[in-house]
């Protein structure tokens, strides 16, 4: 079992921008990718990001490509999203995620999640 932190939420306006982290512990060497999601209220878990924690390799949801990038430093066992020229509708919880798949981009390809973290844009 890996146990996964998000941190780095809060409240911003829209134009600005946040750093997540995600730090792993426990069985953290198996991990193969990891992943962050997002939801509100009333609404599923949609994929945002992912990144494999060998080499490196990306995906993102259409929503966010060109404003957010997803990273990792293998020796803090932490991913990183940041998220640039934020809009409104990029309120949510964000939850990382952790697989021993690849590049997994949907929720059920994940084995373990973080307890999230809030962020609102306000316009």
């Known amino acids: 079992q890996v146990q996964l932190v998000e941190s780095g939420g809060g409240l911003v306006q829209a134009g600005d921008s946040l750093r997540l982290s995600c730090a792993a512990s426990?069985?953290?060497?198996?991990?193969?990718?990891m992943g962050w999601f997002r939801q509100v209220p009333g609404k599923e878990r949609e994929f945002v990001a992912t990144?494999?924690?060998?080499?490196?390799?990306?995906s993102y949801a259409d929503s966010v490509k060109g404003r957010f990038t997803i990273s990792r430093d293998n020796a803090k066992n932490t991913v990183y999203l940041q998220m640039n020229s934020l809009k409104p509708e990029d309120t949510a919880v964000y939850y990382c995620?952790?697989?021993?798949?690849?590049?997994?981009?949907?929720?059920?390809?994940?084995?373990?999640w973080g307890q999230g973290t809030q962020v609102t844009v306000s316009s």
């Open positions: 995620a952790a697989s021993r798949g690849v590049l997994i981009t949907t929720r059920d390809g994940y084995d373990d």
């Open positions: 426990g069985r953290s060497f198996t991990i193969v990718t």
């Open positions: 990144i494999t924690w060998n080499g490196g390799a990306t």
